[in-house]
């Protein structure tokens, strides 16, 4: 399957005395806003919760819609260096496993954005990514379980499924059936928060 690219970058405003106080999400389509107005995806409403409660952090969009890991993986020097963020959310994969491509090359590209990002002093959090079993059942699970085991072995925190309570539910989904509607958004920033709330 073929997704159109779309690139969206993009930062919301903070103060200059604030230091080392940028999240990343280094994402594809699911974290781009494909089909949304940029204010109703998750990543927005991230921002918004940040402000409302006082943590005081910036939060920049690298997400493209239709990227892979081996795109992320490309595009993730210039990125820490640009933004040098405390935290980088990497959501990468989905469009590995639409198109097939083999697991291993998942893991490896996860395991080295994550080397990455740590030796540029960035806490990573790992959003993983399920997939329908268009290639077979085996393939399907060998692939959602490169997520908890990188995880693991690398010592991040896991967002076990970004799309956790919305997948399944057809009045939060677009009409493809892949990518969330502006209902489902708050859903998914609850998942994501539950995870990185600790890191704020």
Request: no cysteine.
């Amino acid at each position: 399957m073929i997704i159109t690219v779309l690139f969206v970058a993009w930062a919301f405003p903070l103060s200059a005395n604030t230091v080392n106080k940028t999240i990343v999400v280094l994402g594809d389509s699911l974290s781009a806003g494909f089909g949304l107005e940029m204010r109703e995806s998750w990543v927005s409403l991230l921002q918004q919760r940040l402000s409302a409660e006082g943590y005081g952090y910036q939060v920049v969009n690298a997400s493209i819609s239709g990227d892979t890991t081996t795109g992320g993986l490309a595009r993730l020097p210039r990125v820490l260096e640009q933004h040098r963020p405390g935290i980088i959310i990497v959501e990468l994969g989905g469009n590995d496993g639409l198109r097939g491509l083999p697991v291993q090359r998942l893991r490896t590209n996860l395991e080295q954005m994550i080397a990455l990002a740590k030796d540029a002093g960035a806490q990573v959090v790992l959003a993983g990514i399920q997939i329908p079993p268009n290639y077979g059942l085996t393939y399907a699970r060998s692939f959602a379980q490169v997520y908890p085991d990188v995880a693991s072995q690398r010592q991040v925190p896991l967002i076990e499924f970004i799309l956790e309570d919305v997948a399944l539910d057809p009045a939060l989904m677009q009409a493809d059936g892949i990518h969330p509607n502006a209902a489902g958004q708050p859903i998914i920033l609850d998942t994501v928060w539950a995870v990185i709330a600790d890191l704020l």
